[in-house]
C-alpha cells in the first residue's frame, strides 16, 4: 500500500504556478445519437493458440511403487505394489481434451488462425525414447491434433493392458514434466516472435492446460531408497568422489535412466510454468493463460496433494494469469471456448468521474496535483521534486514512489543495460515497467488485485495494491473503499463529513438494453444509463509551462502504432493549462469471449468551475487496449451497481 506518512503533509505553502478558485456554473453536454447507450467493442480477431500438456507417464494406469521406477531398480522383497489403482486409468483426461477440441471446432470457421499443440510427457528413458519416436513439439491444425490424439489414446491402453497382465513389472511411472515444460516455452517464444513481426501479437491469446496428478518422480528420496538397496554410500549422489566404481555406475545409469533429480524438484517445475507466463513480458505484448488440472486426487494419497510434494498444488493461486480445477470424471471442470449461440452481452460493471488534478489530501484540504503523479504540488515544493512533472528524477518512477524511503534508493539508481524499461506499459495501467516490478505488482494485469481500481490510480489514490479491498471500509464510515474511490477520494475520507463539492457525485438510472450488429453479423446486446455527474471539484490551474506528459509504449518494438496516445494515458494531463477529468468505466464482454474491458472519456476542464449536473455521454466511452485477464463469472453477474 502506497500511503505516505502524516509527515508529507504540510501546510499549504505559496505556490506561483497554481491558484485555487471557489466560484460555480452549471454545464450540460448532451450528444445528438442515442447518448445514454455503451458502444459494442469490436469482436477478439486475433490468433489463437491452444496446448494441453499432458500426463502419460506410468502413475495414470498402475498404483506407483516407493521403489521402482519404470522397471529400472527391483522393488522392495514382500513389498508389492497393487496393480489397478493408477490415478485415470479410465482416460478422463484424454476425454477431455476431445471434448475441448469439439470446442475449438464448433467455435471458429475454418479459416480462423487458430493452432493446437498435444504435448505428452513421462520422464527419463521414456521421455527419450518418446523425443524419438514422437514428432517434435509443434502446432498444428485441429485435423492433425485428432490424429495426435488417437496415438496417445492407443498409448494409454497398451500401458494400462502392461499393468494387468500377469507378472507385469511394478512401475513408478517417472513423470518429469521440466524437459517438455522447456521445449513448450521454446515453441511459445518462436511463435510469439512470429505472431509480432505479422503485427497480431497484442491481439494473440495462448491457453495452456496442464492435465497431471502434479507429483514428480522421481526425486531424491527414490535415488537414495536405490543406493540403500545397492548397498551404495549416500554421500556418493552428492559427492562422486564418495563412490567406488560400481556404486559410480549405478549413478549414471540412474540419471540415464530416470534424468537429472535437481530438475524434479516443485521448485524447478514451478518456476518452468512461471516462465511459460511470463513469456510476454519478453516481447512486451501477448498473453499466456494457465490451467492447471488436478487429475483425480480420489485417487491419491493424501500426502501426495501438498504443496511440498505437489507442484500444482504449490502452483495454485500464485499469478491471476493461473487457475486451477479439478478432473474426477468425463466431464470437463470449465468450457475452453463458450460455445453458448445468441447474444453478445455488454454490461457496466463500475463507472467512475475522476479529477486526478484536485484532490482531497491527507487532512481533508482541498488541494491541486497539477502534474497527477500522485503527489501535491505543496509536497513537491517540499521534497524539491518537479510539480509539471510526474517522473522527476530519472524517468523511472512517479515522484509519489521516488519519495517513499523504501523505494528512493532503487528509483535513483541509474538504469542499467538489460534492466527494466521506463518507457514500456503493456498492461496500460499507468506505471511502467520500472514501477511495476518495484512496487511487486504484474506488468501484464492492468488491475493486479482484481479489485476494480487499476493499479496506476491505487498509487495515487493510496489503495492497497496487492490484496482486493474494494468491500473493505478502512475508516468505518459506513462505506466501503471502492466507494470513496468512486467519489475521488482516498480511503481513509469520511465521505458522510465532506462537502459535497470536495467529492464527485455520480448518479445513474438504467434504461434497458437495445441489440446491436456488428460488420461480421454477430448480435451484441448493450446496456443503456442515463448518467449525471451531480459534481465534481475542479480548480483553475495556471502554468508556466506545460506539463509533461512521458511517452508511453504498449510493445518493447516501440513502433508508431505502440505509442500509447495521450488521450488514452491512464494518468495523462491536458497541454491547455487545465484539469482533466476523467470518466472510466469497467465494461463485461459475457457470453462467448467472456473478457472484462476498460473504456474512458477524457472531458478537459480550462474553466475555474466545479462541474455541476454534467450529463455523461456513455456512447463516446472509448475502449482502450489495456490487459485486464479477469475471468470471474461473479463480476459478470455483478452489473453496474
Not at 313 to 338: C, H, M, Q
Amino acid at each position: 500500500m502506497i500511503t505516505l506518512s502524516p509527515a508529507l503533509f504540510v501546510g499549504f505553502v505559496g505556490c506561483s504556478k497554481v491558484r485555487l478558485s471557489e466560484t460555480f456554473q452549471r454545464v450540460e453536454t448532451v450528444s445528438a445519437e442515442s447518448p445514454f447507450y455503451l458502444t459494442a467493442p469490436e469482436p477478439l480477431e486475433g490468433p489463437r493458440r491452444f496446448v494441453f500438456f499432458i500426463d502419460m507417464s506410468f502413475s495414470m494406469v498402475s498404483e506407483p511403487c516407493a521403489t521402482d521406477v519404470d522397471g529400472i531398480m527391483p522393488a522392495v522383497p514382500g513389498a508389492p505394489c497393487a496393480q489397478d489403482k493408477g490415478v485415470d486409468p479410465m482416460a478422463h483426461r484424454l476425454d477431455a481434451v476431445s471434448t475441448w477440441l469439439n470446442q475449438i471446432e464448433n467455435q471458429f470457421k475454418r479459416d480462423a488462425d487458430v493452432m493446437i499443440a498435444l504435448v505428452p510427457f513421462t520422464g527419463g528413458v521414456y521421455e527419450t525414447r518418446r523425443e524419438v519416436q514422437d514428432p517434435p513439439v509443434s502446432f498444428v491444425d485441429l485435423s492433425q491434433a485428432r490424429d495426435q490424439l488417437v496415438k496417445l489414446r492407443d498409448e494409454h491402453q497398451k500401458d494400462l493392458s502392461a499393468s494387468r497382465s500377469a507378472g507385469a513389472n511394478q512401475y513408478m511411472g517417472t513423470s518429469v514434466p521440466a524437459r517438455k515444460l522447456q521445449l513448450l516455452s521454446e515453441l511459445l517464444l518462436k511463435n510469439m516472435k512470429e505472431i509480432q513481426a505479422q503485427g497480431k501479437l497484442h491481439a494473440t491469446s495462448y491457453r495452456v492446460v496442464a492435465l497431471t496428478d502434479g507429483v514428480p518422480t522421481p526425486i531424491k528420496e527414490n535415488f537414495q531408497t536405490a543406493f540403500e538397496l545397492r548397498e551404495c554410500p549416500l554421500t556418493c549422489l552428492t559427492d562422486t568422489t564418495a563412490c567406488n566404481k560400481a556404486c559410480s555406475a549405478d549413478l549414471n545409469k540412474l540419471k540415464d535412466y530416470w534424468g537429472e533429480p535437481d530438475e524434479n524438484t516443485i521448485e524447478a517445475i514451478s518456476q518452468s510454468f512461471s516462465t511459460l507466463l511470463n513469456l510476454p513480458l519478453i516481447l512486451g505484448e501477448g498473453r499466456v493463460q494457465l490451467d492447471l488440472i488436478q487429475l483425480h486426487p480420489e485417487n491419491m494419497p493424501q500426502e501426495d496433494l501438498l504443496p511440498d510434494r505437489n507442484y500444482l498444488t504449490a502452483l495454485s493461486g500464485r499469478l491471476p494469469e493461473l487457475k486451477s480445477y479439478v478432473l474426477n470424471s468425463e466431464k470437463v471442470p470449465f468450457d475452453i471456448i463458450s460455445s453458448q449461440p445468441g447474444v453478445e452481452n455488454v454490461k457496466l460493471v463500475e463507472m467512475y468521474a475522476l479529477n486526478l488534478h484536485v484532490r482531497l489530501d491527507e487532512f481533508e484540504r482541498l488541494s491541486i496535483d497539477s502534474d497527477a503523479d500522485g503527489l501535491f504540488d505543496y509536497q513537491e515544493e517540499k521534497f524539491g521534486t518537479d510539480p509539471l512533472n510526474p517522473r522527476s528524477g530519472n524517468g523511472k518512477c512517479l515522484d509519489i514512489i521516488a519519495v517513499k524511503q523504501e523505494y528512493a534508493g532503487i528509483c535513483a539508481r541509474p538504469l542499467q543495460p538489460n534492466d527494466c524499461d521506463p518507457e514500456l506499459d503493456v498492461d496500460g495501467d499507468g506505471l511502467n515497467q520500472c514501477e511495476e516490478i518495484i512496487l511487486g505488482l504484474s506488468p501484464l494485469d492492468f488491475d493486479t488485485d482484481n479489485d476494480g481500481i487499476p493499479d496506476g490510480l491505487e498509487v495515487i489514490y493510496s489503495h492497497f495494491l496487492r490484496k482486493d479491498d474494494s468491500v473493505e471500509d478502512s475508516n468505518s464510515d459506513g462505506l466501503s473503499n471502492l466507494r470513496n474511490f468512486a467519489q475521488n477520494l482516498m480511503p481513509h475520507h469520511d465521505v458522510g463529513a465532506l462537502k459535497p463539492e470536495y467529492k464527485t457525485v455520480l448518479s445513474r438510472k438504467r434504461l434497458g438494453t437495445k441489440n446491436e450488429t456488428r460488420d461480421d453479423g454477430t448480435q451484441v446486446q448493450v446496456e443503456g444509463y442515463d448518467v449525471t455527474l451531480d459534481s465534481a471539484p475542479v480548480k483553475d490551474l495556471l502554468f508556466t509551462v506545460a506539463p509533461k506528459t512521458p511517452k508511453l509504449f504498449r510493445s518493447s518494438r516501440k513502433g508508431a502504432e505502440d505509442l500509447i496516445a495521450r488521450g488514452d494515458q491512464l494518468l495523462g494531463v491536458t497541454l491547455d493549462g487545465g484539469n482533466r477529468l476523467l470518466i472510466l468505466a469497467r465494461i463485461s464482454e459475457a457470453t462467448s469471449n467472456n473478457r472484462m474491458l476498460w473504456s474512458l472519456h477524457t472531458i478537459p476542464t480550462p474553466t475555474n468551475d466545479q462541474f455541476q449536473n454534467l450529463k455523461i455521454d456513455i456512447s463516446k466511452l472509448r475502449y482502450i487496449p489495456v490487459r485486464d485477464p479477469i475471468e470471474s463469472v461473479d463480476a459478470f453477474k455483478r452489473g453496474f451497481k
